[in-house]
Nanobody
Framework: QVQLVESGGGLVQAGGSLRLSCAAS????????MGWFRQAPGKEREFVAG????????KYGNSVKGRFTISKDNAKNMVDLQMDSLKPEDTAVYYC?????????????????????WGQGTQVTVSS
C-alpha cells in the first residue's frame, strides 16, 4: 500500500513562510514525478509545483512562480515545498501526489490526471 503523508501546514501571516513535507512509503525514485496541488473551498484542485524523478526538472503554477520552491530528497523519500511571501489567496488544503506514468524527461504533469497516488492533505491558512 503506497502512502503519501503531508506535514508542515498551519496558520501564518501574509508575507510569511511555511515549509511542507511529503513522506512517501515507497522510494521517491519509484515515481516518474511528484507534485503538490492545492484546493480552496469551492474551487477545483490546482497544480502548484512538480518535480521529475531525479529532481532536475521542475515546474510551477503561474500563481506561485518566484515564491514557492519544490525539492526532493531521494535518500529520505521526501518531497518538500518551501513557500515564501505567502498571500491570503494561498490559503487551501495542500496535497502531495505521485505519478507512475512515462513522460518525456522535460515534462512535468500539471493536471490531476497525471498523478496516480495522493496524500490526505494539509491545511495552509494565510491571514491578512
Amino acid at each position: 500500500q503506497v502512502q503519501l503523508v503531508e506535514s508542515g501546514g498551519g496558520l501564518v501571516q501574509a508575507g510569511g513562510s511555511l515549509r511542507l513535507s511529503c513522506a512517501a512509503s515507497a522510494g521517491t525514485l519509484s515515481w516518474s514525478a511528484m507534485g503538490w496541488f492545492r484546493q480552496a473551498p469551492g474551487k477545483e484542485r490546482e497544480f502548484v509545483a512538480g518535480i521529475r524523478r531525479y529532481g532536475i526538472t521542475t515546474k510551477y503554477g503561474n500563481s506561485v512562480k518566484g515564491r514557492f520552491t519544490i525539492s526532493k530528497d531521494n535518500a529520505k523519500n521526501m518531497v518538500d515545498l518551501q513557500m515564501d511571501s505567502l498571500k491570503p489567496e494561498d490559503t487551501a488544503v495542500y496535497y502531495c501526489a505521485a505519478a507512475m506514468g512515462t513522460f518525456s524527461p522535460i515534462v512535468v504533469p500539471t493536471t490531476i490526471y497525471g498523478y496516480d497516488y495522493w496524500g490526505q492533505g494539509t491545511q495552509v491558512t494565510v491571514s491578512s
